[in-house]
């Protein structure tokens, strides 16, 4: 089944409702971007939890999709599909597809005061979240434009969030074997929440490595599709110029977190809640509502989350079937046989 370039803000078409109920069909295959690559996902997900019965409020322990899901490269941003198949390209993402090379990926749920919000791969709050509410506030534009345009627009007013920030390390095989050779012990006391609080001017939370054509080797190239861990990558608060040259670093491939204001961390759980009402002012936009209201906009698979209070981002393992090449193949060694 090819679902074209849907934007259904929430809800569902009633033919794919049906196909999923009645499992007509093995696969669902999307044809678009970002938003509704994981908009299909969502309701993939959401769909199993009914069918197992499981209550859709709060989702502790979600139940994996039962159909896989392909997709097509097709959107004005195609994160997900990149990260997939190693390249935004329609011809691979196809013959993954007809081949039927499936893999698991990890998949994140979004909460807020223990209720679902959403299911997805990665997210940003502050400066991401930030700019992708002023590009969605200029949808007259052509996406490129107001993408450029919002990018310029919340440079220009770039201010630090005030947040706590709470998470969950998770200690790799490989630093684990290191302790214990090191005679550490505290080696297996990895269950501790770990809280920082302070200014940060951007967030990501990403379990993909989210590969896109400005950071070719992901916005977080220190996770993996499905090793079981996600990406918190925090930028402090710093002068605009110093920011600014950390965005442009994802554009290399060494060092990108090599600045004193970056710090990365490997996680399975975070919590962000953002502490005073003391981000962006809004006042010059005639958004007084929307300030008072302190309502935190997030960008999920590039999609606008608004959250008013605490988010909470747990990481799923292995949730969802989607198709593609895996990527483990065609590390470093630029460009060899990334089309197959
Ligand atoms: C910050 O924002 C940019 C653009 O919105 C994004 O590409 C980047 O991955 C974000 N994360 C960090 C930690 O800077
Ligand atoms: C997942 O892979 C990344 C990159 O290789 C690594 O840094 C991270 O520790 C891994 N996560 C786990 C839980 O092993
Ligand atoms: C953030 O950093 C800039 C530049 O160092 C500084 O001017 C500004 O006052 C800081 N903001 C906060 C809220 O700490
Ligand atoms: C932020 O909130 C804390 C307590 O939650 C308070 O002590 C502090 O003064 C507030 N800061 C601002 C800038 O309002
Ligand atoms: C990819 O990485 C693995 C181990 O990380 C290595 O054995 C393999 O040779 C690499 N493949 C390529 C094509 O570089």
Not at 82 to 111: E, K, R, Y
Not at 186 to 196: G, R
Request: overall charge positive; glycine content about 8%.
């Amino acid at each position: 089944m090819t679902i074209s370039k849907l934007r259904f803000h929430g809800l569902l078409p009633i033919s794919l409702k049906s196909c999923i109920l009645n499992f007509l069909f093995s696969s669902v295959v999307c044809v678009g971007g970002d938003g509704s690559a994981s908009e299909v996902a969502h309701a993939l997900l959401l769909r199993a939890q009914k069918n197992a019965g499981k209550e859709t409020e709060s989702i502790l322990t979600p139940v994996r999709a039962q159909l896989p899901l392909g997709l097509i490269p097709a959107g004005s941003t195609n994160v997900l599909a990149h990260s997939l198949h190693g390249i935004p390209h329609v011809v691979t993402a196809t013959l993954h597809i007809i081949m039927g090379h499936v893999q698991p990926v990890d998949v994140c749920t979004f909460s807020t005061t223990g209720k679902l919000l959403r299911f997805g791969f990665s997210a940003m709050f502050g400066f991401g979240g930030r700019t992708l509410a002023l590009a969605e506030k200029h949808r007259w534009m052509s996406p490129n434009q107001r993408r450029d345009f919002a990018v310029m627009k919340a440079l220009a007013k770039l201010k630090p969030e005030d947040c706590e920030i709470s998470f969950l390390p998770l200690i790799s095989s490989h630093d684990l074997e290191e302790r214990k050779a090191e005679g550490s012990p505290k080696s297996d006391c990895n269950d501790q929440w770990q809280t920082i609080q302070g200014q940060f001017l951007n967030v990501s939370i990403m379990a993909i490595p989210c590969l896109c054509s400005v950071a070719p080797r992901g916005l977080a190239p220190n996770t993996r599709l499905n090793n079981g861990s996600m990406a918190l990558i925090i930028a402090r608060n710093t002068s605009r110029p110093e920011f600014i040259k950390h965005l442009k670093r994802y554009a290399g491939v060494k060092n990108q977190f090599n600045f004193p204001f970056v710090e990365t961390y490997t996680v399975g759980e975070v919590k962000v809640r953002p502490r005073n009402n003391s981000g962006y002012s809004l006042e010059e936009d005639g958004l007084h509502a929307a300030a008072s209201e302190n309502s935190f906009p997030w960008n999920v698979d590039g999609d606008l989350m608004e959250a008013k209070s605490e988010v909470q981002v747990k990481l799923h393992p292995r949730l969802i079937n989607l198709y593609g090449g895996s990527t483990e193949e065609m590390n470093d060694s630029q460009g060899t046989c990334n089309c197959l």
